[in-house]
């Protein structure tokens, strides 16, 4: 079996493939540089479809940032999404390929979705207005693939992720998540002996965090449903399936566990002028666990791992 893996060196498409590999049956993984294949280029990944004649594919490719990224970039996030997904989607379909899967993100549901978020809560309500370009482009892709479903009788299957952390996560100052951000600023502070780190907000939010390496070993198990399972537990205008714990945090809990990872004594000072966001996200996964799918890498496990990489990694990191 041919597998072709989109965004195989981002964070999610990297523990993909190293699912894939880590499994014993004759698969071929497929991938490609962002200069070897253009995904923004539909000319170039019709033929790269047509060239390769893959059994599957994976969506992973994304443009994806923080919060700043977001709002200083709305018409990239918005146009990059929507054309790689509508590439490789509708390539993919011309090739002939009959199984793939588009991986999205818990932004694709309302601001104020009633916890924990279930799939039905897709298009209850309005969005996060820092993210929704990103959002909006997604909520295409679960509506795209379940569009060839409907008309061309395809199985294009969607999973949701809840926040993601892992190898290959980006830690840049500006740019990066929540628990890179931490994990860098306190390792930074213990380098420099600092006596205490500033944390925006309360720290009462709540939020969920998955291992990449569970999202990934998720991934590859709604992937191999066998249709009847996958259509049973699912609906034909809801097909996509979230992807979480089912276990949340306060951001406060979060940041002492990375200052412990980390090592940093100093103390931990919380500038409550600043905003606290949305009270909590939770994904209710009971759809997945249903299916005999549940994480297994605990919180504190998966950032002891994640910094340990940061660790053998941290010189690529410099500005």
């Known amino acids: ?12 498409g990297s523990a993909i493939v190293r699912q894939l590999e ?40 994304a443009k994806v940032g923080g919060i700043i990224a977001n709002n200083t970039y709305p ?3 918005i146009y990059e999404n929507l054309t790689i997904q509508n590439n490789i989607i509708h390539g993919a379909f011309k090739a002939g390929v009959k199984q793939l899967l588009f991986l999205g993100s818990s932004c694709i549901y309302p601001k104020f979705a009633e916890q924990p978020m279930r799939e039905d809560a897709l ?43 892992g190898e290959n996560d980006n830690f ?23 006596k205490e780190v500033m944390a925006w907000g309360t720290g009462s939010p709540m939020r969920e965090f998955l291992h990449v390496d569970d999202m990934a070993a998720a991934s590859v198990f709604v ?16 097909s996509h399936i979230n992807v979480g714990t089912g276990i949340d945090c306060t951001i406060k809990e979060l940041t002492e566990t990375v200052a412990e990872v980390v090592g940093f ?49 941290q010189d690529s990191f410099r500005k």
């Open 223 to 238: 992937m191999n449903l066998d249709s009847e399972t996958y259509e049973a537990n699912t609906q034909e205008m809801l």
């Open 75 to 77: 018409a990239e996030f």
């Open 1 to 12: 079996m041919k597998v072709f893996v989109a965004g195989h060196r981002g964070m999610v």
């Open 265 to 313: 004594e100093g103390e931990i000072v919380w500038d409550t002028s600043k905003p606290d966001g949305t009270p909590r996200k939770l994904m209710d996964v009971s759809r997945l666990k249903a299916l005999g799918w549940q994480a297994s890498i605990q919180l504190k496990e998966g950032l002891a791992e994640t910094y340990q990489w940061f660790l053998a990694n």
């Open 123 to 165: 298009l209850t309500g309005v969005l996060e207005p820092t993210n929704e370009p990103y959002a909006i482009a997604k909520i295409a892709g679960i509506k795209m693939c379940e569009s060839y479903n409907r008309q061309y009788g395809v199985d294009y299957r969607s999973v949701m992720p809840t926040n993601l952390y």
């Open 22 to 61: 880590s499994q014993q049956g004759n698969v071929e993984v497929v991938t490609r540089s962002r200069d070897e294949l253009n995904l923004l280029d539909q000319q170039a990944v019709f033929e790269f479809f047509e060239q390769e004649q893959v059994d599957r594919v994976y969506l992973a490719a």
């Open 172 to 194: 840049h100052p500006e740019n990066s998540h929540v628990i890179p951000a931490l994990l860098r600023r306190f390792h930074e502070a213990k380098l420099n002996g600092d």
